[in-house]
């Protein structure tokens, strides 16, 4: 089924026209070939886009809009809060990441030949930290305009010498995490049968409750990437969570494993136990294990 077309208005500054439309044009190309339900109608602004104007933009337009400001940066805009993803301030940690230093590494236990799917991207930080054990990664993604995001980010950082490598093992994907681990309707399905058991390991990290981290021993607060999500995503029901997890066990290669982010003091997802959980003072990893 196809999905609505969904018109979105970009935002850039006047002064700035010449690149701006360069920009633009790469997003649209990014649109086709993804084949995302979208359509950009852009905008020029006389005005520079401060934050106070940003805020003011939010209220007039009442929907996420796209921004280029003037040092050409791509930024989602919701409810006055400005987010990218941001990948080029993760360098340090993406460098130095490792099984000592990073929870989610030790609970996923990956190695160079590991496939991984990701099936709750958000904006791709802790697909990052995948990558950099040298895995092959696909990153499920549902809302469009974060699909765009993800694939504009993935196309400038690109260009860096330093990130080619990471970036070409990054597959980005718009789709439903349920529907894209669906099993194969019929054995003719050879897509499907391709696809599925093809991930050693299957991520998931559903949006979290608000008020996730208000009991954390370090009252930790929800950062501007969360807020946004917030605004364009729900943590997902009960009855949602018990889905998931059952479709990503069902998916996962057998001698894999599923790993769930969860704030620390959060009950088990799916109200299903897990096998082995890694923690420090705000975060949960739980894995649950296939076997041969």
């Known amino acids: 089924m196809t999905s609505p077309i969904s018109y979105v208005t970009l935002i850039y500054p006047q002064s700035i026209a010449e690149q701006a439309l360069i920009l633009i044009q790469a997003l649209q190309q990014l649109i086709v070939e993804a084949k995302l339900p979208l359509s950009i109608e852009a905008v020029a602004s006389e005005q520079k886009l401060t ?16 921004v280029i400001d003037d040092k050409q940066q791509l930024t989602l805009l919701t409810n006055g809060v400005s987010v990218s993803p941001e990948w080029n301030s993760l360098q340090r940690r993406v460098v130095s990441a490792g099984r000592k230093s990073e929870l989610l590494l030790q609970a996923t236990k990956l190695t160079a030949s590991s496939r991984v799917l990701d099936a709750t991207a958000g904006f791709g930080h802790d697909s990052l930290i995948l990558a950099s054990s040298g895995a092959q990664l696909t990153l499920l993604e549902r809302n469009p305009l974060m699909v765009l995001l993800l694939k504009y980010e993935q196309q400038m950082m690109a260009k860096q010498p330093n990130w080619q490598k990471l970036m070409a093992r990054l597959h980005i994907v718009c789709a439903e995490s349920t529907e894209y681990m669906q099993p194969a309707l019929t054995a003719c399905d050879l897509q499907a049968q391709t696809i599925s058991h093809a991930f050693d390991v299957i991520y998931l990290d559903p949006m979290f409750p ?43 290669a057998p001698g894999g494993r599923v790993v769930v982010k969860r704030p620390i003091q959060a009950p088990v997802f799916a109200s299903q136990a897990a096998n082995e959980s890694w923690q420090n003072d705000v975060v949960r990893f739980d894995a649950y294990f296939t076997y041969l």
Do not use: C, D
């Open 210 to 252: 608000e008020n996730s981290y208000a009991h954390s021993s370090k009252g930790a607060k929800v950062g501007k990437h969360m807020q946004a999500l917030h605004q364009i995503a729900e943590p997902p029901s009960l009855k949602e969570e018990q889905a998931l997890l059952s479709l990503a066990l069902s998916f996962v």
């Open 51 to 66: 934050q106070k104007i940003r805020k003011q933009l939010s209220q007039q337009y009442q929907q996420p809009l796209l």
